[in-house]
Each structure stands twice: as structure tokens, then as C-alpha cells.
């Protein structure tokens, strides 16, 4: 009883199956599922186990055909692509179904991995940019330092002023209603406010003294329900407090951790941002290598792939703007603004994704138990638990072995397009 499977060519990296059930296969399934059900059907009129089969038909017909109509669709797309050889990217659509009891014929549309025939992974000239360190570089670097380390004094004899800090409870109305209240916040008097004139309304208060202060929200505010209103600030004023900033000298050195003079802390610090810097250095040389990979190996991609993958950085991309506070309001808004640069970036990753796949296997390069090991330890550093319980975790969920597996050898295939890269 084999199935009739004919093979059409849809959008780019996408096969349409048109698969054909033959009428002994639906019978066989019918009565399948009929002797299944025989010995618990509650007909009345019968005792269980002793109902005919024609009456078992007329009591459960609708369920029989749901039932049945499912488990052929699975079972018969299963076998079309054992058949034909096929490796789905995903589930298919499954269009046209005609059924009854005598036929089945379905279209099963999948998309398929783009083919890549002769893959260039050798001689791109790329240049790896050098981390210079300014001077300035590490100044701004211990000031920060020192910024950190600063005390705060009380004032009690003068009233505020520009580089002071306000500690205050306040609460925020927008066209007269309440839609913020802090209290315990401190504030810093500046000349260059998020909010204008905020500062300069707070000048001369003296603690325990309270403010009125009347502003407005930028019109590019993160929170666009707020942008480009009026605002009021109750504030009611706890405390002043003075600013200030150790000495840079060694003693300063010693507070900020294993140092004994302030040269070494420089030292440190210059130690760790040119660390940085080879570290951006080289991300930014692995992004521009295998930018040229994909400029060097043009493929035709599968476009419902690079959809889903669009719509799931849109999806996270989302997660952060809620997370930061963007209202709900504007969701569908910012989606529309991710969608064209996304767009981009989802064919990107998925372009490289296919050549990785293809240098990995083409290069026959593998992943073995000992860069699992490497990769479990690295895993319990990172996150501060036991190589133990990484293990555990990884034992007991082998899909996420598989995505750990993946990982490992894309990053071999990097590793084999840097090393034949020229710089």
C-alpha cells in the first residue's frame, strides 16, 4: 500500500509534497482505531466490549474521522520524507485536504536548506585594528575610580547649591493627576538636566524646606505617554549633602583594593582597558571576516526561516523595551520600527548560519567529550555553580546538549576561517 508522493518546487528552499493516501491505508487506519475504542464504547443499549461495528460507526463517526484524519496526515508526511530523502528546517504547512473514506490527498509545503556548491572560506583580507590607549583614556578611567570612592557630607549651614545632593521625597503630576511618588531620592543639582530647570528651581532650599517645581518632559522621553508634558515636582527636602572626592594618592589605591601606591592602580587600570580593547578589537575583526564570508558565498535562503528568526529578535527586542519601562501602548509602534533593520540582521544570521553548518561539515569538524568538559566548567565559572550540577543539568536535557554541540563546532568553524584569513 505504498503512498503516491510528487515533489513541486515552491518559493526559494521550499518543496511542496503532494501525497496521495490509497483507500486500503484508510480502512486499515478505521479499523485501527475501532478496535481501540470497542472494549470501553458506551453505547446505550450494549454492554461494553459487545457493541457491532456498524454501530459503532454511527455512535462515533465525527471522532473516528478527526482521529484518523490526524494520524494519517502525521504518519504519512513521516514517511513521504524518509522516502524522498528530505530534511525539513521545520514542521510543514499542510494545505488542499481532501478526505473521506475511500481517499486522502494532502500538500505538505516544507522549506529545505539552501544548497551551497562551491563554498570560499580561505584568503580573506580583512584588517585587525590595534587597541590604542590614550592617555586620557586611563584618567577618565580613575576619576570614575575616584567618583566612586567619594563621601557625602551633610550641610547644615547654607542652603543648596550646584553640585550638592538633595535628599528628598517628591511626587510627580502630569495634567494634575499623581504618576510618580520616591521617597528617600537623592537628587543632584546640575547644570545639564534630563528635565529643564529642574536644578536651577531647587537652588537655595534648605533642608527640611519643601519646592515646588515646574518642568517639562523631553519630547524624545524613553516613556512616550510622558514625552513633551508639563510636569510639577512636589518636593519636600530631608538633607543636603556635600560631594567629596578622596585625593588621588596612594592611600586612595589602597582603598580601591590590592594596591599599595597609585601608580600600580594606574598601571592596573591601563592593564584592563587595553584588555578591552583587544577584546572589542577582535569582535569587531571576527564580525568584518565573516561579513566577507557571506559577501564571498552567495546562497538563496529559505524566507519563512528568516521571518520566524525577524520575529523572534523583534519579539526580544520588545522584552527589553517593556523591561525599560516603554509602555504597552506603543508595542505595535516600535514593532513596525524594528521590522526593516531586522529584517537584515534575521537574513544575516541566518546566511551565516548555513555556511557554518556547511564549513563543519564539509571540514568534517567534530565535537568531542572532552570540549563538552571544557565547556561545562567554563559554564559553572561563568555562572558560580558546580561543575557538578552543569553536568547534571546537561545529562538530563539532550536538546540542550545538541544546542551546546552546535555552538561548539561553529565556533571550530571560525576558528578555521580566521586561521586562513589574511590580515
Same mark, same amino acid.
Given at each position: 500500500?505504498?503512498?503516491? *508522493?510528487?515533489?513541486?518546487?515552491?518559493?526559494?528552499?521550499?518543496?511542496?509534497?503532494?501525497?496521495?493516501?490509497?483507500?486500503?491505508?484508510?480502512?486499515?487506519?478505521?479499523?485501527?482505531?475501532?478496535?481501540?475504542?470497542?472494549?470501553?464504547?458506551?453505547?446505550?443499549?450494549?454492554?461494553?466490549?459487545?457493541?457491532?461495528?456498524?454501530?459503532?460507526?454511527?455512535?462515533?463517526?465525527?471522532?473516528?474521522?478527526?482521529?484518523?484524519?490526524?494520524?494519517?496526515?502525521?504518519?504519512?508526511?513521516?514517511?513521504?520524507?524518509?522516502?524522498?530523502?528530505?530534511?525539513?528546517?521545520?514542521?510543514?504547512? *499542510?494545505?488542499?485536504?481532501?478526505?473521506?473514506? @475511500?481517499?486522502? @490527498?494532502?500538500?505538505?509545503?516544507?522549506?529545505?536548506?539552501?544548497?551551497?556548491?562551491?563554498?570560499? *572560506?580561505?584568503?580573506?583580507?580583512?584588517?585587525?585594528?590595534?587597541?590604542?590607549?590614550?592617555?586620557?583614556?586611563?584618567?577618565?578611567?580613575?576619576?570614575?575610580?575616584?567618583?566612586?570612592?567619594?563621601?557625602?557630607?551633610?550641610?547644615?549651614?547654607?542652603?543648596?547649591?550646584?553640585?550638592?545632593?538633595?535628599?528628598?521625597?517628591?511626587?510627580?503630576?502630569?495634567?494634575?493627576?499623581?504618576?510618580?511618588?520616591?521617597?528617600?531620592?537623592?537628587?543632584?543639582?546640575?547644570?545639564?538636566?534630563?528635565?529643564?530647570?529642574? @536644578?536651577? +528651581?531647587?537652588?537655595?532650599?534648605?533642608?527640611?524646606?519643601? !519646592?515646588?517645581? !515646574?518642568?517639562?518632559?523631553?519630547?524624545?522621553?524613553?516613556?512616550?505617554?510622558?514625552?513633551?508634558?508639563?510636569?510639577? /515636582?512636589?518636593?519636600?527636602?530631608?538633607?543636603?549633602?556635600?560631594?567629596?572626592?578622596?585625593?588621588?594618592?596612594?592611600?586612595?589605591?589602597?582603598?580601591?583594593?590590592?594596591?599599595?601606591?597609585?601608580?600600580?592602580?594606574?598601571?592596573?587600570?591601563?592593564?584592563?582597558?587595553?584588555?578591552?580593547?583587544?577584546?572589542?578589537?577582535?569582535?569587531?575583526?571576527?564580525?568584518?571576516?565573516?561579513?566577507?564570508?557571506?559577501?564571498?558565498?552567495?546562497?538563496?535562503?529559505?524566507?519563512?526561516?528568516? +521571518?520566524?528568526?525577524?520575529?523572534?529578535?523583534?519579539?526580544?527586542?520588545?522584552?527589553?523595551?517593556?523591561?525599560?519601562?516603554?509602555?504597552?501602548?506603543?508595542?505595535?509602534? /516600535?514593532?513596525?520600527?524594528?521590522?526593516?533593520?531586522?529584517?537584515?540582521?534575521?537574513?544575516?544570521?541566518?546566511?551565516?548560519?548555513?555556511?557554518?553548518?556547511?564549513?563543519?561539515?564539509?571540514?568534517?569538524?567534530?565535537? @568531542?567529550?572532552?570540549?563538552?568538559?571544557?565547556?561545562?566548567?567554563?559554564?559553572?565559572?561563568?555562572?558560580?555553580?558546580?561543575?557538578?550540577?552543569?553536568?547534571?543539568?546537561?545529562?538530563?536535557?539532550?536538546?540542550?546538549?545538541?544546542?551546546?554541540?552546535?555552538? *561548539?563546532?561553529?565556533?571550530?568553524?571560525?576558528?578555521?576561517?580566521?586561521?586562513?584569513?589574511?590580515?
Amino acid at each position: 500500500m505504498p503512498l503516491k *508522493i510528487s515533489i513541486q518546487d515552491g518559493r526559494t528552499c521550499e518543496k511542496i509534497l503532494k501525497i496521495e493516501v490509497p483507500q486500503e491505508k484508510i480502512a486499515e487506519e478505521f479499523e485501527t482505531y475501532y478496535k481501540a475504542i470497542a472494549p470501553r464504547a458506551a453505547v446505550p443499549g450494549f454492554r461494553p466490549g459487545k457493541v457491532p461495528r456498524n454501530i459503532l460507526a454511527l455512535h462515533y463517526a465525527a471522532d473516528a474521522r478527526e482521529k484518523v484524519l490526524k494520524n494519517l496526515l502525521t504518519e504519512s508526511y513521516r514517511e513521504a520524507i524518509r522516502e524522498k530523502s528530505l530534511d525539513p528546517l521545520s514542521f510543514p504547512e *499542510i494545505e488542499n485536504v481532501k478526505f473521506d473514506d @475511500s481517499k486522502l @490527498s494532502f500538500d505538505a509545503k516544507i522549506e529545505i536548506r539552501p544548497r551551497i556548491k562551491s563554498l570560499k *572560506i580561505k584568503g580573506f583580507k580583512v584588517r585587525k585594528e590595534e587597541g590604542i590607549l590614550k592617555p586620557e583614556e586611563t584618567d577618565e578611567a580613575l576619576k570614575k575610580l575616584q567618583e566612586s570612592l567619594a563621601k557625602f557630607k551633610a550641610v547644615e549651614d547654607r542652603p543648596a547649591q550646584l553640585g550638592d545632593f538633595l535628599v528628598a521625597d517628591y511626587e510627580c503630576f502630569v495634567n494634575e493627576k499623581p504618576i510618580d511618588k520616591r521617597s528617600g531620592d537623592w537628587i543632584e543639582l546640575r547644570k545639564d538636566d534630563l528635565l529643564e530647570g529642574f @536644578s536651577d +528651581q531647587l537652588l537655595g532650599v534648605k533642608s527640611g524646606e519643601g !519646592r515646588e517645581v !515646574r518642568t517639562r518632559f523631553p519630547e524624545k522621553y524613553a516613556n512616550q505617554d510622558l514625552a513633551g508634558k508639563p510636569a510639577l /515636582f512636589k518636593v519636600e527636602v530631608k538633607e543636603i549633602k556635600l560631594k567629596e572626592l578622596p585625593p588621588l594618592n596612594d592611600d586612595l589605591a589602597r582603598e580601591a583594593g590590592d594596591f599599595q601606591t597609585l601608580e600600580e592602580l594606574k598601571e592596573k587600570i591601563r592593564k584592563d582597558l587595553l584588555a578591552l580593547k583587544a577584546r572589542d578589537a577582535g569582535i569587531k575583526y571576527e564580525k568584518a571576516l565573516l561579513d566577507e564570508l557571506i559577501n564571498q558565498n552567495k546562497a538563496d535562503l529559505p524566507e519563512g526561516l528568516i +521571518q520566524r528568526r525577524r520575529d523572534h529578535l523583534i519579539e526580544d527586542a520588545v522584552e527589553n523595551f517593556l523591561a525599560r519601562g516603554g509602555p504597552e501602548s506603543k508595542v505595535e509602534e /516600535f514593532k513596525e520600527k524594528l521590522k526593516k533593520d531586522f529584517e537584515s540582521e534575521a537574513r544575516r544570521q541566518v546566511h551565516l548560519a548555513f555556511l557554518l553548518e556547511k564549513i563543519a561539515g564539509q571540514e568534517n569538524l567534530q565535537v @568531542s567529550e572532552e570540549d563538552l568538559e571544557q565547556r561545562y566548567r567554563q559554564l559553572a565559572q561563568q555562572h558560580g555553580q558546580p561543575l557538578e550540577a552543569v553536568e547534571k543539568y546537561y545529562a538530563e536535557h539532550p536538546a540542550a546538549v545538541q544546542t551546546l554541540q552546535d555552538q *561548539i563546532r561553529n565556533e571550530k568553524a571560525i576558528e578555521l576561517v580566521k586561521r586562513s584569513a589574511k590580515e
